[in-house]
T-cell receptor, first 109, second 116 residues
Framework: TQLLEQSPQFLSIQEGENLTVYCNSSSVFSSLQWYRQEPGEGPVLLVTVVTGGEVKKLKRLTFQFGDARKDSSLHITAAQPGDTGLYLCAGADDYKLSFGAGTTVTVRA | DAGVIQSPRHEVTEMGQEVTLRCKPISGHNSLFWYRQTMMRGLELLIYFNNNVPIDDSGMPEDRFSAKMPNASFSTLKIQPSEPRDSAVYFC??????????????FGDGTRLSIL
């Protein structure tokens, strides 16, 4: 059983469209990290959100941490083929990261 | 800067054989993690070392799995004997943890292990 539930599991969109990935949990975490993983590579950190209600922007990516620090969302504006990958959220509790199952995003040119 | 380096990148072997996976963490990092990734279970933490000492091995599936970190620049994960259900991608990650759980983990590119 995953501590963190991600939805949707798969997402396929056309270049230029927007998308949102959700990460939900019944547990409270000290922070939540978002990673992107490309085929044949390890996950790479995109952002860490710490404060409830926090919003962080990274170019066309917007990350939000829920007020209760149990859920988060990732929104991509005007998606590009380079955004294709597996997006993983991970809740931090001391040293331990608990990963969601991930959302596979495919952006078609 | 060199990232986390894992070897081999791919390993195919027959069941019953011993498998050794290797990891060189990023210099200066004090924490090392071994993960296993499968389609069914996603990314699972196997073991966590801090300053070369195993702190949490609760994720190690069974006694066939063992991990060592003889010094700050090297760690191994060994499976003996290997079984087909051990087939997965094994990742090593390192981080510098100091009173702050928000530090990112830096992952290697993984070892894709296939047990026939």
């Amino acid at each position: 059983t995953q501590l963190l539930e991600q939805s949707p599991q798969f997402l396929s969109i056309q270049e230029g469209e927007n998308l949102t990935v959700y990460c939900n949990s019944s547990s409270v975490f000290s922070s939540l990290q978002w990673y992107r993983q490309e085929p044949g590579e390890g996950p790479v950190l995109l952002v860490t959100v710490v404060t409830g209600g926090e919003v962080k922007k990274l170019k066309r990516l917007t990350f939000q941490f829920g007020d209760a620090r149990k859920d988060s969302s990732l929104h991509i504006t005007a998606a590009q083929p380079g955004d294709t990958g597996l997006y993983l959220c991970a809740g931090a509790d001391d040293y331990k990261l608990s990963f969601g199952a991930g959302t596979t995003v495919t952006v078609r040119a | 800067d060199a990232g986390v380096i894992q070897s081999p990148r791919h390993e195919v072997t027959e069941m019953g054989q011993e498998v050794t996976l290797r990891c060189k963490p990023i210099s200066g990092h004090n924490s090392l993690f071994w993960y296993r990734q499968t389609m069914m279970r996603g990314l699972e933490l196997l073991i966590y070392f801090n300053n070369n000492v195993p702190i949490d091995d609760s994720g190690m599936p069974e006694d066939r799995f063992s991990a060592k970190m003889p010094n700050a620049s090297f760690s191994t994960l060994k499976i003996q004997p290997s079984e087909p259900r051990d087939s997965a991608v094994y990742f090593c990650a390192s981080s510098f943890l100091y009173r702050d759980s928000n530090q990112p983990q830096h992952f290697g590119d993984g070892t894709r292990l296939s047990i026939l």
